[in-house]
């Protein structure tokens, strides 16, 4: 059983910040494309941001130039660092790591975003 571990989710006021972490075991991170995604009540799950193996990343329209996704191979860790923070942002924030050719996926348990005053 793959674990994507999850932490950083809470509660911010907008305008705020928040980094999400994702942990994984390293002989998936080395190799797997890892994302966010997330789900907001009622509506799908969407694509945030993801970043191949060799650092590569693309974001959602609607997070470009707020959110950044990066990751510490060393650390085996996929970070997303999201700033001015808007209601609509409130999700639960899901991992993802993907393998760039086979159709093997593996999701973190999800943690929960609020922005709200």
């Known amino acids: 059983q793959v674990q994507l571990v999850e932490s950083g989710g809470g509660l911010v006021q907008p305008g705020g910040s928040l980094r999400l972490s994702c942990a994984a075991p390293t002989n998936i991170f080395s190799a797997y494309g890892m994302a966010w995604y997330r789900q907001a009540p009622g509506k799908p799950r969407e694509l945030v941001a993801g970043?191949?193996?060799?650092?590569?990343?693309n974001y959602a329209d609607s997070v470009k130039g707020r959110c950044t996704i990066s990751r510490d191979n060393a650390k085996n860790t996929v970070y997303l660092q999201m700033n001015n923070l808007k209601p609509e942002d409130t999700a639960v924030y899901y991992c993802?790591?993907?393998?760039?050719?086979?159709?093997?996926?593996?999701w973190g348990q999800g943690t929960q975003v609020t922005v709200s005053s």
């Open positions: 970043i191949t193996s060799g650092g590569s990343r």
């Open positions: 993802n790591a993907a393998h760039p050719t086979m159709n093997l996926g593996y």
